[in-house]
């Protein structure tokens, strides 16, 4: 089944110590995003790519990066978590822009930082 | 300000018994996107509500968009345990079609006891 793969589903990092979160998607989308959630909050989109367009929300941190070497792949990186970067990270797609087609979600990345 | 608001922010109802979520916003959507997130999972579209009035069913769960395209609501007959989760409705104001960003209410924490 075509579909949003997040690794690891658990990641675990100390104060301050750089981790990259992964997402990789067999659906063929154009639209790859990142999306921040706290406990049973709505998600808060940090950024996304229109193909090899990066577009970064007005509120995201500068401590938050992204990459997206190919169509099937987009990484997360953290460049310096705090705690309160601990949250459910997680990665969707969507053929087109939003609003336009719904998103498939993966099932997450929760990150722990101690 | 949220664009979205949904009530109640939590609902805890014996199986069997009825519930509904509200989605209400002043703003018109050109449409609404109902997911579901289970516990530890990423959010899975539910449905989408496109026309004025729209009424689309899912099995147990009714979902029906305002005439007016500013509000939405999902109502589940008969709730299983099953039907437990975090309910987020998203969609994009007409005032900023230019502008591609999916909102989402805050969500509906839906606890169904057996």
């Not at chain 1, 229109?50 to 995201?60: I, L, M, P, R, V």
């Not at chain 2, 009714?62 to 500013?70: H, P, V």
Request: a neutral charge.
């Amino acid at each position: 089944d075509a579909m949003v793969i997040q690794n690891p589903r658990y990641q675990v990092t100390q104060f301050g110590k750089p981790v990259t979160l992964s997402c990789s998607q067999t659906l063929n989308h154009n639209v790859m995003y990142w999306y921040q959630q706290k406990s049973s909050q709505a998600p808060k989109l940090l950024f996304h790519y229109y193909d090899k367009d990066f577009n970064n929300e007005a509120d995201t941190p500068d401590n938050f990066q992204s990459r997206r070497p190919n169509t099937s792949f987009c990484f997360l990186d953290i460049r310096s978590p705090g705690l309160g970067d601990a949250a459910m990270y997680l990665c969707a797609t969507s053929r087109a822009r939003q609003g336009i087609s719904p998103l498939h979600f993966g099932n997450g990345t929760r990150l722990t930082v101690t | 300000t949220q664009l979205l608001e949904q009530s109640p922010q939590f609902l805890s109802i014996q199986e069997g018994e009825n519930l509904t979520v509200y989605c209400n916003s002043s703003s018109v959507f050109s449409s609404l996107q109902w997911y579901r997130q289970e516990p530890g999972e990423g959010p899975v579209l539910l449905v989408t509500v496109v026309t004025g009035g729209e009424v689309k069913k899912l099995k147990r769960l009714t979902f029906q968009f305002g005439d007016a395209r500013k509000d939405s609501s999902l109502h589940i007959t008969a709730a299983q345990p099953g039907d437990t989760g975090l309910y987020l409705c998203a969609g994009a104001p007409i005032f900023l079609s230019n502008d591609y960003k999916l909102s989402f209410g805050a969500g509906t924490t839906v606890t169904v006891r057996a």
